[in-house]
């Protein structure tokens, strides 16, 4: 969808860092789902997520499933039968 098309006000930037502003923005819809859009294209297309699937993203997000992503850190090792992420392992 157009994030256009879910207006301009609500947008919040969660995730600033030090990338020039170049970053994801959210904005929580009234019926509960979540828009994302990249700030340097407002009027681009919008991602839009169900409450379960960022529920989902972020408790997996907060467990490192997703830190394989990141340069400095080790990844999980999902393979274990727990396939919990404190079990790691040298990347």
Known sequence: MPAKHLGAEGWRKPWSGPNGGACVE????SDGRVALRQSTDPDGP???YTPLEIETFIQG??????DF???TRTEPNLTTPAGTATDWRAA
């Open 26 to 29: 959210v904005l929580k819809l």
């Open 46 to 48: 919008a991602l839009i």
């Open 61 to 66: 997000a907060k467990a490192g499933a997703a």
């Open 69 to 71: 992503l990141l340069t």
